[in-house]
């Protein structure tokens, strides 16, 4: 069963960090590239930082230096670990694999996390 379960967002103030953690379904996650993405009101969801099965990874460039992407195979999760965080960096977070799944062609998401970044 497919399943992809993120959590760890919440407010904080520009500058402080949070960690998101996603769990997902271990027949997913151990053959896939995982990813983080961002979704922001009136524009499309976006990547913002992968991470291969060989711990090969890759940010965007408004991510690059603040935020850091892991995998524990041992738990099926995949963290975002976001520090210095900016107001634009507001939105709702995603993880998936890359490309994202697919079920009766259709894409599959799970709830994602609100991140709220406002002083």
């Known amino acids: 069963q497919v399943q992809l379960v993120e959590s760890g967002g919440g407010w904080v103030q520009p500058g402080g960090s949070l960690r998101l953690s996603c769990a997902a379904s271990?027949?997913?996650?151990?053959?896939?590239?995982m990813a983080w993405y961002r979704q922001v009101p009136l524009k499309a969801r976006e990547m913002i930082a992968r991470i291969t099965t060989g711990a090969i990874r890759y940010y965007v460039d408004s991510v690059k230096g603040r935020f850091t992407i892991s995998r524990d195979a041992a738990k099926n999760s995949v963290d975002l670990q976001m520090n210095n965080l900016k107001t634009e960096d507001t939105g709702v977070y995603f993880c998936?694999?890359?490309?994202?799944?697919?079920?009766?062609?259709?894409?599959?998401w799970g709830r994602g996390t609100q991140v709220t970044v406002s002083s």
């Open positions: 271990d027949d997913i996650f151990r053959t896939s590239t």
């Open positions: 998936n694999t890359v490309p994202a799944i697919l079920i009766a062609s259709q894409q599959y």
